[in-house]
């Protein structure tokens, strides 16, 4: 099925390790997207990248670092975990230029836990 | 910068009846788009509904609709004949239409629905 897919759905690391989170998306969609959410925050825009080639710090970008691969691919790097990233993470794309109103196309998410 | 305020932060509705969710918003742009999406407990996020702040037509999905109030900056849903699988998280979400580039979108925080046999 066409959509954008996360791994791994879940992880548990310990404080001080890294790990980078993966998102693949076959919809030929220009911009991606990483959100974490948080409870009782809602979705909180980590790094963008509107088109290959670009990325963009959003809201929460402390912690963070992200590459876009190619057009199909865009992962989220934490360099040294610490627990307050403990959260889940969301990947999402969208075509760009004219959105025609659809929003965003999101992976299943990534259950992060630092202890 | 763009805010998204939803003031319930959990409903609960019985079966079969409505209800409606909230939201407000604070921007200066006069171009957006609004969303609802809905996170059920498998945490998919889903697109319920969507409004184009250029349309004054109140927007509806079957048995979703919106009342958008754009002087007032108000995006309430309306969910009738509430089901069991309409348990969820629902955000309200906003995103500016800039010239060029990527489109951001901003949430609120969710508001919980329950739905009661």
């Known amino acids: 099925n066409a959509g954008v897919t996360q791994t791994p759905k879940f992880q548990v690391l310990k404080t001080g390790q890294s790990m980078t989170l993966q998102c693949a998306q076959d919809?030929?969609?220009?911009?991606m997207y990483w959100y974490r959410q948080d409870p009782g925050m809602g979705l909180r825009l980590i790094y963008y990248?509107?088109?290959?080639?670009?990325?963009d710090k959003g809201e929460v970008p402390n912690g963070y670092n992200v590459s876009r691969l190619n057009k199909r691919e865009f992962s989220l790097r934490l360099e040294s975990a610490a627990p307050s990233q403990t959260s889940v993470y969301f990947c999402?794309?969208?075509?760009?230029?004219?959105?025609?109103?659809?929003?965003?196309?999101f992976g299943s998410g990534t259950r992060l836990t630092v202890v | 910068a763009q805010t998204v305020t939803q003031s319930q932060p959990e409903m609960s509705v019985q079966e079969a009846e409505t209800v409606t969710l909230s939201c407000t918003y604070d921007?200066?742009?006069?171009?957006?788009?609004l969303f609802w999406y809905k996170q059920p407990p498998s945490r998919q996020m889903i697109l319920v509904i969507r409004?184009?702040?250029?349309?004054?037509q109140n927007a509806t999905e079957n048995r979703f609709s919106v009342n958008f109030q754009k002087a007032a900056k108000s995006f309430s849903l309306k969910i009738s004949d509430s089901q069991l699988g309409d348990t969820a998280m629902y955000f309200c979400?906003?995103?500016?239409?800039?010239?060029?580039?990527?489109?951001?979108?901003?949430f609120g925080k969710g508001t919980k629905l329950s739905v009661i046999p």
């Open positions: 999402a794309s969208s075509p760009g230029g004219e959105p025609r109103g659809y929003g965003y196309t």
């Open positions: 919809m030929n969609h220009n911009s």
């Open positions: 990248s509107a088109s290959e080639g670009t990325t």
């Open positions: 921007t200066s742009e006069n171009n957006y788009y």
């Open positions: 409004q184009e702040a250029y349309k004054q």
């Open positions: 979400a906003f995103m500016k239409r800039p010239g060029a580039g990527s489109y951001q979108l901003t």
